[in-house]
């Protein structure tokens, strides 16, 4: 006996439906390496339509007032709160996460972001209107971009969405989303909760591949693209985007470093780095996935994260007592042992370093020491639950390790020392840099980064005026 696969669709304009040309692609629960539903594989077809209705809803979005989308988006987030339980379950579905830490780490910031634009939408700023020449009088507006196409990414499928839609609704553009090939189901029900809040067509979600996503940037009408994805996606929305100048925005990857210096509390640190190194598999662009350790505190801080590693689970979306669930899919399996394998022979593996179980795609919680700056896998992005470590000698060796790599997202720096702590976050070339502390995110703070980690802010009023262009309107007082 066969089951059913459940059926995903497109929302475009307010409907519901398939790729115009009916194709298809399975997706897949990470947990159980098994099919539950169809998405649509869009097509030209598809992409259009949605832009279509977006630049067709724009200019009624836009023209309402701050309080009309404040008053919409807190209509969503109260939604997204009623039906919590539902968006869990699909989140969980889609990536194989415990359903417990979904519910509890994910849905409540989420709700919160939505609110936090809400309230955005009615603080934009300018500077003073005046007389900055004699008989004529300058204002500023700040005003929406217009239609955005936004690529989100599958490490969190929800949240990530939030980013996307909530600042460019609340500015007032109209927003064509697409979610991973591989994660779509939660934003589709995402889509269902929105449609009794927002005019048709401010909102829509297209399904698809790469090459879905490619359509959406090179499409003439959006004004602006927005990924969060890896560093050669974004690279090729960058130079598809160039074509007509678009708008872009890209959160890209990370190796964010973990410093910790001799004077830390080490129980603290390695308590809090292994949470920071293996939430969600490791799959989180500012997980604590490298860390340099004082030299003199090297073999204690290596054998307590070895032992922190060790008691750290991974497992079913349904078991409790889990820290993380699976990888999200086969290649990304390949990519992590792939990374183990080609170890150099001066490393060496302190815990974990293989698969767990042959149903889904789970991975132990893994510790390599007796790395090199420039080795493979302090260099590339692993994207999954393992923690290197490294030693340094002072602080000006600790600073060109963390900054010798192309990433340039997240870092943290852990010492009792104040100066060394103000030093450190100074010269750290990082667009965030945590001090005793990795990965706690606030509405009310940026997040972003420099170098190959992309350009753009996400939260904040930062990230809500990444969503607006600003237009000088110069009058004379003559009349």
Known sequence: ????????????????KAAADGRTTEVVNPATGEAYATAPLSGQADVDAAMAAAAAAFPGWRDTTPAER?????KIADAFEARADEL?????????????????????????????????????????????????????????????????????????????????IAAGNTVVLKPSDTTPASTVLMAEIIDSVLPKGV????CGDRETGRAMVEHRIPAMASITGSVRAGMQV??????????????????????????????????????AGYFNAGQDCTAACRVLVHESIHDEFVSALAKAAADTKTGRPDDEDVLYGPLNNPNQLNQVAGFIERLPAHAKVEAGGHRVGDKGYFYAPTVVSGLK??????????????????????????LEYANGVEFALASSVWTKDHGRAMRMSKNLDFGCVWINTHIPLVAEMPHGGFKKSGYGKDLSAYGFEDYTRIKHVMTSLDG
């Open 70 to 74: 404040q008053k919409a988006l807190l």
């Open 88 to 168: 869990v379950a699909a989140e969980s579905e889609n990536t194989g996460k415990p359903l417990g830490l979904t519910a509890s780490e994910e849905l409540p910031p989420m709700v919160d972001q939505i609110r936090f634009f809400a309230g955005a939408a009615r603080l934009l700023e300018g500077r003073s209107a005046g007389e900055y020449m004699d008989g004529m009088t300058s204002i500023i507006r700040r005003e929406p971009v217009g239609v955005c196409a936004q690529v989100a990414p599958w490490n969190y499928p929800m949240m990530m969405a939030v980013w996307k839609f909530a600042p460019a």
């Open 1 to 16: 006996m066969t089951t059913e696969l459940r059926r995903l669709r497109n929302y475009i304009g307010g409907e519901f």
């Open 373 to 398: 700056q420039d080795d493979e896998i302090i260099q590339h992005e692993v994207f999954g639950p393992v923690i290197t470590v490294q030693s340094f000698t002072d602080e000006a060796q600790a």
């Open 203 to 206: 909102f829509n979600v297209v």
């Open 238 to 275: 960058a130079e598809s985007a160039s074509k007509d100048v678009k708008r872009v925005h890209l959160e890209l990857g990370g190796k964010a470093p973990a410093v910790v210096f001799q004077d830390a509390d080490i129980a603290k640190a390695v308590e809090d780095i292994a949470v």
